[in-house]
């Protein structure tokens, strides 16, 4: 029996916040195409400003659970992403990402100096309005919302957490005191052992404004 591949609008409609999981391990491969998939989303002037560590390890997990304040995904999901977002990245080389443009034929080398040098504007007049950390976050949660929808699509589960001490969890991962980093969210990802309901959403009415904010 072929295994019916969900589409991205059924995998959208499917997801639901899943908070107990079973014990079975995600398959390798399947972790593979996650990260390759977050690797994919885009970034605020293709700056690449997000990291994403891998927790599996049992201590890493009880560092994670302790920094959720005992929440149940790190305890029982087989693997915890943690999504970095790096508000100073912009001042690294991106050379790599330049040539890389270029020699795809993305970019010409005219765009390329072009385009770095607006980014580098862009980002110092971010970076006096403080808001740095903001758009680095912004482009590590894209990331983390790919990675729930591949998962979904996989049979995998999820839960996307904002529940947590962000120095224990950059003590988790290893980046203890690192001002220069942000957390920008975690994900559980496992097998569920529970089905919940979709709670629902406002109606789109609701949401939804036409040409002006309306209230
Ligand atoms: C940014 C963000 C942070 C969240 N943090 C947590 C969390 O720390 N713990 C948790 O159990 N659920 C967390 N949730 C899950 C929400 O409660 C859930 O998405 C919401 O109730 C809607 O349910 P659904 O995801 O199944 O549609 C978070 C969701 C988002 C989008």
Redesign the pocket.
Known sequence: MTQHILSVAESIRT???V?HYRQDPVPAAHLDALLDLANEAPTSWNLQDRAIVVVSSAEGRAALTLA?GG?P?PQEAPVMLVFVAEPGSWRQDHSDVHEQAMRLGAWNAEFSTGFGAASEAFQLGLEQRGLLREYAVKDA?IAASFVMLAATELGLAT??????DEDAVKKAIGVDGREDLAIA??VSVGYAAAE?R??GRRDRSRVVHLERYRG
């Open positions: 997801r639901r916040t908070r959720t929440q995904q949660m839960s996307p957490m904002n529940g947590w969210l975690l919940p979709h709670p």
